[in-house]
């Protein structure tokens, strides 16, 4: 079973930057965030395939920046110009596939989960 292990995330003002990290312990395909704000649903914010094809939640487009490093089984966010929306808890999240990722029950059947990290914006 591969595991996630997520790290970063803390308290910014608005206009603040972020950076969050997730570790896997062997390859898999498709690496992401979710975040979930208080007892909303859980929601897809961005994906990344290990062939380099990124995907972003329209709200998060041109702040939020997803890179990965192959070799080292590592993803990473890197969030700038927080808003006090993007408070959550931000869920690493990984799968064979990174399809449907923004439906609103994708978080149902992704297979796997990092511990998840809170990111707390003050307006």
């Known amino acids: 079973q591969v595991r996630l292990e997520e790290s970063g995330g803390g308290s910014v003002h608005s206009g603040g930057s972020l950076k969050l990290s997730c570790t896997a312990s062997?390859?898999?395909?498709?690496m992401g965030w979710f975040r979930q704000a208080g007892e909303k649903e859980r929601e897809g914010v961005a994906t990344i395939g290990q062939d380099g094809k990124i995907t972003y939640r329209e709200s998060v487009k041109g702040r939020f920046t997803i890179s990965r490093d192959n070799a080292k089984y590592t993803m990473y966010l890197q969030m700038n110009d927080l808003k006090p929306e993007d408070t959550a808890m931000y869920y690493c999240?990984?799968?064979?596939?990174?399809?449907?990722?923004?439906?609103?029950?994708?978080?149902?059947?992704?297979?796997?989960w990092g511990q998840g990290a809170q990111v707390t914006v003050a307006s």
């Open positions: 062997a390859y898999i395909y498709c």
């Open positions: 999240a990984a799968d064979s596939s990174c399809g449907s990722w923004y439906a609103p029950d994708r978080y149902t059947y992704t297979r796997l």
